[in-house]
Every structure is written in structure tokens, then in C-alpha cells.
């Protein structure tokens, strides 16, 4: 191979790389308590007024929620330039403030030269002298930078770091049951554990309830009254910070919506079905010339395990008879008919003071069921 051509390979990589569009990188360094990640290596930060120069505004992006970048006065601002442009949904700012003050701040965003305004004015309620509170929603778009217009009250305005990340959201939906209802959403990856929020009116909530991590989706709500419809509110939180909120959902309970299932209905007439005999089979459905129905069962109970999209698995030791009302709410929901969730009685795994636990199974969230038939 020649000289020159290797040359020419190589004078032709370096300008296929020159000639690539810049891209904006994701900085990974965070701060232990905070959200997101810090600005990246070569943002460059200056304030309106520094108390000293122990309190420069560089203190807000060292890594170090112990340092303060202070304005030695009520108001004012910091501005950070970063390097490249970042995308991000949020700005979490670690406050420091002496005595403990309501302070309020406004986000600005640099966008082709000129501040936009990202956040609306929020007011946050400090407990202690260094707080953090919930991080700031800003819409969404890649930024060259970033001002927080601040206003410390009654104390002078401190800022002890700031992060800015991008929060994932949550699509929270439900489905009305006997008395209750039942909720799923995706996991946040941030969250450390869920709120539920809920009430009879929108936005307006009156109870609430703390989900742990693991519990998350599929959750359902007891106690309910049937006709009465409720909001629901999802909320993650971060070490014992609020940081995600979900959409509201409305479910109305309905007894209707969850009895055990019967025969289904015939969707032509309105009679019940009846079972298929050996080698038939039901209007509508293809023969095959084989029974339809499984065969008798050898036992008189089984142990049903049903595996849901998620991956979960669900085991439920029940009788025959329960196994295959199962089976035929199952089979009717996947013919068009019927309701769609179905109610398993836990039985022995009724632990607590509850008269009885039942687990309601969506249809749409059954990936496979096995059933193991036993003697008892």
C-alpha cells in the first residue's frame, strides 16, 4: 500500500470528522442529594453581586453543597454558559439562606442568542438554612445557557449548587372495579418511592397513599364507593422529595365492572352459551375437528401461575372450579365478550384484618397462564 494513499485516507477521515454536525453532550458528574447532573467542564458562570469573593458565583457549580454563592443582597442573578447547548426539563437549585426564608426564583434559557423565559416564578418555603427543594420544571429544549432571576425575601439570596437533567414522565391510567380501582403506571428510574394522590374532586385531593418502589403499577385503590368517581394523581419522589407528577385520572367504581365472571352471554342473542360439545364448536369459531374443551381434570384443585407483560409472575393455589372460571373469562374476553379485569380470591395469602384480598387481573396484561393440577 503507497505512501500517498494512505495519505489521502487519512486527509479524507479528518475532514469527514470536521465536516460532522456538533452534537450536544450529556454530562455525567452529580451531586450526592440532587437531581440530574452538573453543567459540564467549561461552563463558564458570572452573578449580579457577590458578598465576597469566599461567595463567588462559582461556588453554585463546584460540586459542593456546602459552599454558597451569596449576593450579599435580596435580589439578583446568576448566569451559567455552557460549552455546548444541553437539553433538559428541570433545574434543581440547592438553596442556602439565613434566617430560613420563603425565596423565589425565575429560569431564563439562552436560545439562538437571546433569554427566553423557561420557568414560571417559583416560590419555595425553606425549613432549615440549606435546603433542597423540589427541582424547577423548564420547557423542555436544548439551552446555551441558563439565568435564575432570584428573590432570597427578607434573606439574602444564596444558591449552594445547581443541576439541571431531564425528567422522564409519568402516563398514569385506571380502570374502575367493585369498591376500587386500579392503577398503572411506567416506572421512573430517578424515584425512590410513589405517592397517590385521590378525591372526589379534580385537582383537589383528599387522601393520599405511599407506594414503595417495588409496588408500583397494577396498585389498586380499596374502600371505594361504587357511582362515585375519583381522581387519581401519581406523584414520584426522590429521597423524600416530590419530583415527577403524572396526568390526573378519573375512575368511577362499578359493581358491574367486576363480578365473577358467569357463562358468558351469546353476543347474537343475548342467551347464555353453552358449553361446546366434544368435536363442535362454538358459532363463529373455526373447526378443527378436535374437542375444544380441555380434558377432565385429574385433581381437584391446581396451582394457576400467570405471567404478566411485565415479566411479573403470579401464583394462586385454587379449586378446579376456580381455575377454570378463570379460564373461561379468559377465553370469552379473548372472543370480544365480557369485562376486563377478573377477580382472583387469594385465600390462604390473606394476610392482614381484611375480610378477603382479591387480585384483579387485566385481560390486555395476561401474557400466559399454566395450570398444574393436584389432589388435596
Known amino acids: 500500500m503507497s505512501k500517498k ?30 437531581l440530574g447532573f452538573s453543567p459540564p467542564d467549561g461552563t463558564t458562570v458570572k452573578s449580579s453581586r457577590n458578598y465576597t ?22 435580589k439578583g442573578n446568576i448566569e451559567l454558559n455552557f460549552p455546548t447547548a444541553i437539553e433538559f426539563n428541570f433545574v434543581h437549585i440547592t438553596t442556602n439562606a439565613s434566617p ?9 434559557g439562552l ?17 432549615a438554612a440549606n435546603t433542597t427543594p423540589p427541582p424547577i420544571k423548564v420547557k423542555q429544549g436544548a439551552y446555551s445557557g441558563i439565568k435564575i432571576d432570584g428573590d432570597g425575601g ?14 422522564e414522565t409519568i402516563d398514569l391510567t385506571g380502570q374502575p372495579q367493585n369498591a376500587s380501582a386500579n392503577l398503572n403506571w411506567n416506572t421512573i428510574k430517578e424515584a425512590t418511592n410513589y405517592k397517590i394522590n385521590y378525591g372526589t374532586q379534580s385537582n383537589k385531593y383528599s387522601d393520599s ?49 367486576t363480578t365473577e365472571p358467569t357463562t358468558p352471554d351469546n353476543p347474537s342473542t343475548g342467551e347464555p352459551s353453552k358449553p361446546s360439545e366434544p368435536g363442535t364448536t362454538n358459532p363463529g369459531e373455526p373447526s378443527t375437528g378436535e374437542p375444544t374443551n380441555p380434558q377432565s381434570p385429574s385433581g381437584n384443585r391446581a396451582i394457576l401461575v400467570v405471567t404478566m407483560t411485565s415479566g411479573l409472575e403470579k401464583e394462586f393455589d385454587l379449586s378446579i372450579k376456580e381455575v377454570n372460571d378463570f379460564i373461561s373469562w379468559y377465553e370469552s374476553k379473548q372472543a370480544g365478550s365480557g369485562s376486563a379485569s377478573y377477580a382472583i380470591n387469594k385465600h390462604d395469602n390473606n394476610k392482614g384484618p381484611f375480610s378477603s384480598r382479591k387480585d384483579y387481573m387485566l385481560y390486555d396484561r395476561i401474557l400466559t397462564f399454566e395450570v398444574s393440577e393436584y389432589s388435596k
Open 154 to 167: 427578607s434573606s439574602w439570596l444564596a444558591i449552594t449548587e445547581i443541576t439541571l437533567g431531564t425528567f
Open 209 to 257: 397513599i405511599s407506594v414503595e418502589k417495588d409496588s408500583e403499577g397494577n396498585y389498586v385503590i380499596p374502600n371505594l364507593t361504587n357511582g362515585t368517581t375519583y381522581y387519581f394523581q401519581v406523584v414520584a419522589i426522590f429521597n423524600g422529595v416530590e419530583t415527577v407528577v403524572s396526568n390526573e385520572v378519573a375512575v368511577t367504581p362499578n359493581e358491574a365492572k
Open 5 to 34: 494513499f494512505l495519505t489521502t485516507v487519512l486527509t479524507f477521515f479528518l475532514i469527514s470528522i470536521m465536516l460532522l454536525p456538533s452534537v450536544t453532550h450529556a454530562a455525567t458528574k452529580t451531586v450526592e442529594g440532587m
Open 53 to 74: 469573593t469566599d461567595f463567588n458565583a462559582e461556588k453554585a457549580i463546584d460540586g459542593n453543597i456546602q459552599t454558597p454563592w451569596n449576593a450579599g443582597t435580596y
Open 100 to 108: 430560613p426564608r420563603a425565596v423565589s426564583y425565575t429560569i431564563y
Open 111 to 127: 436560545k439562538e442568542g437571546k433569554w427566553v423565559q423557561i420557568s414560571e416564578s417559583i416560590t419555595h418555603t425553606l425549613k
